[in-house]
């Protein structure tokens, strides 16, 4: 899930509603979601809003990714039409690396 900017409260209210008994964790940068298609430092921030990092939040189960939330990235908004956010190649091209990530990490794991 990507928060979009205006969904945290609703999305966290929901997921401890859906998880009860766990807490939503920050994934280091180091996790190999970060390199399994292309190498990452971490998330990218894609849009600033509220002068926050960008951070990837999740909920595990045994060491194994159940839900993957990015909050304050909006790796959504970066991989829209150009014309939507007029986001500049680079951000663009960082949101496209982190959605390849994240589905070639979900289809190897």
């Known amino acids: 899930a990507d928060d979009n900017y205006g969904m945290d409260r609703s999305f966290r209210q929901e997921v401890r509603r859906i998880f009860p008994d766990r807490e939503l964790e920050e994934l280091p940068n180091d996790h190999p979601i ?3 298609s292309y190498t990452l430092p971490g998330l990218p921030k894609i849009h600033e809003h509220d ?3 960008a951070q990837s939040l999740v909920i595990r189960d045994k060491g194994r990714i159940l839900l993957l939330y990015t909050y304050q990235s909006d790796i ?4 829209e039409d150009p014309e939507v956010h007029k986001d500049p190649p680079e951000r663009r091209e960082a949101a496209m690396r982190m959605a390849t990530n994240v589905l ?3 289809l190897t794991h």
Do not use: E, K
């Open 34 to 36: 970060y390199r399994s």
């Open 76 to 79: 959504g908004d970066g991989i």
């Open 104 to 106: 070639v990490y979900v």
């Open 51 to 53: 002068g926050l990092p």
